[in-house]
């Protein structure tokens, strides 16, 4: 069994920068791809970055190509995203999610999720 813990959401005006956490458990987390999702009321839980187990490979959406960062440490257990140049539309509930694939569309295993609210 994985689970995951987020942290590090807020409030902040726009340009600003908030960098949220994921802290996972279970002997499987190294090997699972790590997503994170962002969820606004009325809309779609949709995918905001991911990275694969090694860190070979990334995806972002394309609203936050340039501002996000996602990054693993395994040894650590956590992810983190790194968001920068913020705007009113990042805001939304983060879901830190796990799963084998990191394409897939149906991750497995989920966080509680972080509320980041951006000002404008």
């Known amino acids: 069994q994985v689970q995951l813990v987020e942290s590090g959401g807020g409030l902040v005006q726009a340009g600003g920068s908030l960098t949220l956490s994921c802290v996972g458990s279970?002997?499987?987390?190294?090997?699972?791809?790590m997503g994170w999702f962002r969820q606004v009321p009325g809309k779609e839980r949709e995918v905001v970055a991911a990275i694969s187990w090694s860190s070979s490979r990334t995806f972002y959406e394309d609203s936050v190509k340039g501002r996000f960062t996602v990054s693993r440490d395994n040894a650590k257990k956590m992810v983190t995203l790194q968001m920068t140049s913020l705007k009113p539309e990042d805001t939304g509930v983060y879901y830190c999610a796990a799963d084998p694939t990191m394409t897939s569309r149906q991750y497995t295993y989920w966080g509680r999720g972080t509320q980041v609210s951006v000002s404008s």
């Open positions: 279970g002997r499987a987390w190294t090997t699972l791809a």
